[in-house]
């Protein structure tokens, strides 16, 4: 089984398709009985898609960096 | 707040001008670099946040590549290609400007204490997309320069993670640990401007 830190460590690498076949498994068990790492999951491909969006959009140059 | 697209854009000479040396019918022509040229900005902005040092960059790139376009080899886009040479470009820059000690040694995991447990309320799902966009794009701000290399290199520009790896000149435990960190962080950006949205 993979704990709660497993877990959120493995997220980013699930974006990537970058896991193991095993642990895919215990992610998406995991997942399925912690409602809070599934939240985190939720949320981290939310902002994925945002991040992605982001490609063929001008940057938001911002007045106080520029 | 402005965009690149309302913003007049200097020609980024000497490229356009004089006899070009790409031979006719080279796959860098006038058509490419319209083309590519915004992309680039685009992205070389996001990196380094200055438009000045920006522009220098993609100046180079151009150079760079018009030098080499014979090791195109059409295995990648073009856009591929030249945001790869870009980002060896930004990774000079960093390292000229030191703002960054700039290892291959895969830091320890999550010492900036980006695992969070997860909050009781969903986060951001009412959130306007281009607020969430806006809260990305100053987020990505505030990682560190490798942070916000990995996420445009392999969230942004879509590269596989040996190809971003390669781009940066860092090993792929390396990369992967740069890219944990800077997704969460702007997750939990994200988070917290759903949880003032909503609030």
């Known amino acids: 089984m993979l704990d709660c830190r497993q877990t959120h460590d493995a997220l980013s690498d699930s974006l990537d398709g970058a896991l193991p076949w095993w642990k895919r498994i215990l992610l998406r068990v995991h ?19 945002v991040v992605a969006s982001l490609r063929d959009a001008p940057p938001i140059i911002d007045d106080e960096e520029a | 707040m402005s965009t690149f697209a309302t913003m007049p854009m200097p020609v980024t000479a000497p490229l356009p001008t004089a006899p070009s040396p790409v031979p006719q019918g080279a796959i860098i022509d006038d058509a490419a670099i319209r083309q590519i040229e915004p992309v680039l900005m685009g992205f070389a902005y996001r990196a380094v946040r200055r438009e000045d040092v920006a522009r220098d960059l993609v100046q180079e ?7 080499a376009k014979d090791s195109f080899a059409g295995r990648s886009t073009l856009r591929t290609w030249m945001v790869g040479i870009l980002s060896r470009k930004i990774i000079d820059f960093y390292r000229r400007t030191r703002r960054e000690v700039l290892t291959d040694i895969p830091p320890e995991p999550d010492p900036l204490g980006t695992f969070a447990p997860a909050t009781a309320r969903a986060p951001d799902s009412r959130l306007d997309p281009a607020l969430a966009m806006r809260v990305v794009e100053k987020s990505l701000g505030k990682l560190t320069e490798l942070e916000r290399m990995a996420v445009l290199l392999v969230d ?7 190809e971003a790896g390669n781009a940066m000149g860092v090993q792929s435990t390396h990369l992967r640990v740069l890219l944990h960190r800077g997704r969460h962080k702007l997750r ?5 401007a759903g949880l003032q949205a909503n609030a």
């Open chain 1, 31 to 49: 997942l399925r009985i912690c409602p809070g790492c599934a939240r985190t999951d939720q949320s981290l491909r939310k902002s994925h898609d």
């Open chain 2, 61 to 67: 790139t151009f150079m760079a590549a018009l030098e």
């Open chain 2, 156 to 162: 942004i520009e879509q590269m596989d993670r040996d």
């Open chain 2, 188 to 192: 939990k950006a994200l988070e917290d």
